[in-house]
Every structure is written in C-alpha cells, then in structure tokens.
C-alpha cells in the first residue's frame, strides 16, 4: 500500500534561518502534492499544490520541490519566524483524472522556531 | 480561499447516543468530500471519501455501520457516529474538493464520549 513518511517527527531551529521538511512516498507517483499547516485544536490549512509536472513552486517565503524520481518533495521556508511554528502535513492526491479523489496525509513535522 | 464550516466544533455525548456533525461548503459546490479523524499527536487518517448522491467509500478498517455518512447536496456532508463509545472521542475533520482542486478543511470537531 501507498506510504507517505515525514522524515521529522519534530525541527528545531533557529528564527532566520530556513526550515528544510521532506516527504518521501512509495509506490507510485500521486497526481498532486500538497502542503499543509496545522495548529493544536485545528483543522489543516492549505499552503501550496505541486502537480506531478512541476519541479518547483513558491509563495512568498515557502518554497515546494517534487521529485518523482526520488518520490521526495521538500518543504522550505526562508527567514523563518516563531509564527511558523506549527505542525506540517505532506499530503497526496491521488485522484488522478478521476472525480473520486483521495488524499492521504503523512504523520507531520512539528516545526519550532525558536527567538 | 474557499470557506468549508464544520459543526459543532465540540460536542460531548453519553455512551450508546449518536451524534451528527455536519460539513458545509459555503461558497464552492464540492463534488467530494472527505473524513478525517485525528488522535492526539497523530496525523489525519481517512475513513471515508464520498461524493455527492452517492455512496461513501469507506478506508480498511472503518465500520460503514458505525460512521454513517451521507453527501446528499454539493454543499452537504454528515458523519453520524452511531452508538458511540468513550474509544470513540476523537477529533473529526472534514474536506471538500472539487476535481482538480486541493481541499478545503472544515475547523474539526471534538468529540468526547463520556
């Protein structure tokens, strides 16, 4: 069966630097990836859509990568700030050119930004 | 972005009643809708995909019985959680897409069984 791994359970690191999140998958390649932020006692909130296509996607200070050779995407965001601290979900669309789609999430990166 | 409102946002129940939480897509019609539930610490596990006026395709290990889902409108989804139980409580989380798009999370909804 499909997997998706998250390979931080929890990052550390440094206001101002950048944070660095991977997702690895298995099998076969999901027609879309996405990123997602939680916060404690939330719902997630959608950041950035990468097609199977693309290489590269950004929005402002996030930055997404897709490598469907490695079946990776890194996760990036620069000049990181304590606000960005917060649970980070991969997740995996496998809807293909059917309206019947299926996400499947990893188990998370807890991000903490530290002053 | 698209608005996805999720209701009640907690609710606490007795063992053995049922509970209905309702997932609205306020402002897009979303042909599928998507259940989640979350345990503490834990990332979202599907239980079940519908898609309107149809029925919900159920993840291994989720009793079709027991969370009973119905998407009768674009707009409206509902989990029933039927004779629930305190190994129940959970925190439950709905989605809604349409084709093509990504998904739109509703708030969640804490559940406690006492």
């Known amino acids: 069966s499909q997997k998706i791994e998250q390979n931080s359970e929890a990052l550390n690191i440094q206001e101002g630097k950048t944070a660095t999140l991977t997702c690895n998958y298995t099998?076969?390649?999901?027609?879309?990836l996405q990123w997602y932020r939680q916060d404690p006692g939330r719902g997630p909130v959608f950041l950035l859509l990468i097609r199977e296509n693309e290489k590269e996607k950004r929005k402002e200070r996030l930055k997404v990568t897709f490598d469907t050779t490695l079946k990776q995407s890194l996760f990036h965001i620069t000049a990181s700030q304590p606000a960005d601290s917060a649970t980070y979900l991969c997740?995996?669309?496998?809807?293909?050119?059917?309206?019947?789609?299926?996400?499947?999430f990893g188990s998370g990166t807890r991000l903490s930004i530290r002053p | 972005g698209a608005v996805v409102s999720q209701h009640p946002s907690r609710v606490i129940c007795k063992s053995g009643t049922s509970v209905k939480i309702e997932c609205r897509s306020l402002?897009?019609?979303?042909?599928?809708m998507f259940w989640y539930r979350q345990f503490p610490k834990q990332s979202l596990m599907l239980m079940a995909t519908s898609n309107e006026g149809s029925k919900a395709t159920y993840e291994q290990g989720v009793e079709k019985d027991k969370f009973l889902i119905n998407h009768a409108s674009l707009t409206l989804s509902t989990l029933t959680v039927t004779s629930a139980h305190p190994e129940d409580s959970s925190f439950y989380i709905c989605?809604?897409?349409?084709?093509?798009?990504?998904?739109?999370f509703g708030q969640g909804t804490r559940l406690t069984v006492v």
């Open positions: 989605s809604a897409a349409s084709w093509n798009t990504e998904a739109f």
């Open positions: 997740a995996l669309d496998f809807s293909g050119y059917s309206s019947a789609s299926k996400i499947i």
């Open positions: 099998n076969y390649s999901p027609a879309y």
């Open positions: 402002d897009f019609q979303a042909t599928t």
